[in-house]
């Protein structure tokens, strides 16, 4: 019975191992597909093979974590990478899985690899700020820019939510920003809204990464005090 119960197991491991290589090779198609309607070179889609492959050995794949989302992810960063950017609203037309599932999948590759990749997008702070222009002055939108930058980039360092859209911690990165210094000028209602223009973004996601960047802003520089970056910027601004 020992026996039998030992190749029970291996069989079935086997079978979980074939179902990934089944899934690994599918994701290569797509990533084929994907870069072949965009006109991409043959070695971006070498490149965002390997970032797969990477995944693969990971184990990335699974839960809300797809192997189509990771596809679409993988094509957006080794496009960024080799020179050859692509929107994430181009790469979606090409791949099964929506704007916000490949866009997370992209932040999750460049976090939990560990890629030293550019970002699948850039200026998503902004991008949040722009959408609430009318509620902010310009000092205290400058002061919110600097801080939520930076705390964009410890949410990349530690990682926060890796596995959640750029402009979803970016609408965090701001709210957790406003929530550090004096203005509290912003609720969590208007920051998802704001990031909302692009990807659909909950107040429950805003409060839940907010309060997990103050934290690791906390952690990083001994205290909530947002002085250490701002004063920086200040100086920066006149």
């Given at each position: 019975?020992?026996?039998f119960e030992r190749l029970r197991q291996r069989h079935k491991r086997f079978q979980v191992e074939d179902k990934r290589a089944i899934r690994l090779n599918e994701g290569f198609r797509d990533i084929e597909s994907i870069t072949g309607n965009l006109a991409l070179p043959g070695f971006v889609a070498e490149d965002a093979g390997l970032f797969l492959k990477q995944a693969a050995d990971a184990r990335l794949p699974g839960g809300r974590m797809s192997w189509e989302a990771l596809a679409g992810g993988a094509v957006l960063l080794a496009a960024n990478q080799a020179g050859f950017p692509r929107s994430c609203d181009e790469v979606v037309q090409?791949?099964?899985s929506p704007y916000e599932r490949v866009s997370a999948a992209a932040r999750k590759l460049r976090c939990e690899l560990g890629l030293d990749v550019p970002p699948a997008?850039?200026?998503?702070?902004?991008?949040?700020?722009?959408?609430?222009?009318?509620?902010?002055d310009v000092q205290t939108c400058l002061e919110l820019r600097e801080l939520g930058d930076h705390l964009l980039k410890i949410a990349d360092d530690e990682p926060v939510g890796p596995g959640t859209s750029r402009l979803t911690m970016g609408a965090a990165a701001v709210y957790a920003a406003d929530r550090l210094t004096d203005g509290k000028v912003v609720t969590q209602a208007q920051v998802a809204e704001a990031a909302s223009t692009v990807v659909d973004t909950s107040k429950s996601r805003v409060s839940r990464y907010s309060q997990a960047l103050h934290d690791a802003y906390v952690g990083r520089h001994g205290s909530d005090d947002p002085g250490a970056v701002l004063e920086r910027g200040r100086i920066r601004l006149r």
């Open positions: 019975m020992d026996k090409y791949t099964k997008r850039e200026g998503v702070v902004d991008d949040v700020l722009v959408a609430l222009d009318d509620v902010l």
